[in-house]
C-alpha cells in the first residue's frame, strides 16, 4: 500500500509540474500572441497613415500639372495677344497703302504685290484666331 501512496504521490507531483509547465507555455504564448496584435495593429496604423500620405501627395501632383498646364496655354495665349497687337498695326498700314495706290493709278503689280502681302498677313492673324 505504500507503494501505491508513493505512487500516486509522484503521479499527482509529475501532474501538477507538467500542468505548472503548460500553464507557462501558455502564458509565454498569450504575451507573444499579445506582442503580435500589438505589431499588427501599429503597422495597419502605418501602413494607413502612409495610404493617406501617398493619396494626398498624388492629388497634389495631379493638381500641380493641371496647374501647370493651364500656366502654359496662358503664356501662350498671352505671347500670341502680344504677337497680334503688334501686327495689327502693320495691316492698317497695308490698307493705308492699298487704297493709296488705288487712287493714284499707280502700277498693278505693285499693287497686287502689296495686296498679297496683305493677304498672306491677314491669313496669319485669322488662323491665331482674329476676327474682322
Request: no cysteine.
Amino acid at each position: 500500500m505504500q507503494n501505491e501512496k508513493i505512487s500516486k504521490k509522484s503521479i499527482s507531483k509529475e501532474f501538477e509540474k507538467k500542468e505548472k509547465d503548460n500553464n507557462k507555455k501558455l502564458e509565454i504564448k498569450n504575451k507573444i500572441k499579445i506582442e503580435i496584435e500589438d505589431k499588427i495593429e501599429k503597422l495597419k496604423i502605418q501602413n494607413k497613415e502612409i495610404t493617406d500620405k501617398y493619396i494626398r501627395l498624388y492629388s497634389e501632383f495631379e493638381n500641380f500639372k493641371k496647374r501647370n498646364q493651364k500656366e502654359k496655354l496662358n503664356i501662350i495665349n498671352n505671347a500670341n495677344e502680344e504677337i497680334i497687337k503688334k501686327i495689327l498695326p502693320v495691316i492698317d498700314d497695308f490698307k493705308r497703302a492699298l487704297k493709296s495706290l488705288n487712287e493714284n493709278k499707280l502700277t498693278i503689280e505693285g499693287s497686287k504685290g502689296i495686296d498679297l502681302i496683305y493677304n498672306k498677313l491677314n491669313n496669319i492673324l485669322n488662323k491665331e484666331g482674329l476676327k474682322k
